[in-house]
């Protein structure tokens, strides 16, 4: 189940922390929220043509959506 006091996903022989399920986020949104490292979110009008593991640092003109981690210090793209 999924523990909001703790941002904590268990199931059996399994427990993932820091989970960020809030859909997808416009990149001038992220100020509201507090990432923790390891969290997982979709943003999207960021900008356009970022590859693997580059910094989410902007916002785009083409409404590009990229499924991002947070490595403690940067939103990175995982996938687009």
Not at 20 to 38: K, W
Not at 45 to 51: C, E, I, N, Q, R
Request: proline share 1%; net charge negative; charged share 5%.
């Amino acid at each position: 189940g999924y523990d909001t006091s703790t941002n904590t996903v268990s199931a059996k022989n399994l427990s993932v922390s820091n989970v960020l399920t809030a859909g997808t986020v416009a990149y001038g949104s992220l100020s509201g929220i507090t990432p923790a490292v390891g969290m997982v979110i979709q943003i999207s009008s960021a900008k356009d043509a970022l590859t693997w593991g580059a910094t989410i640092d902007g916002a785009g003109t083409g409404g590009t959506t990229y499924l991002a981690w947070y490595n403690g210090t940067h939103w990175t793209v995982m996938g687009a």
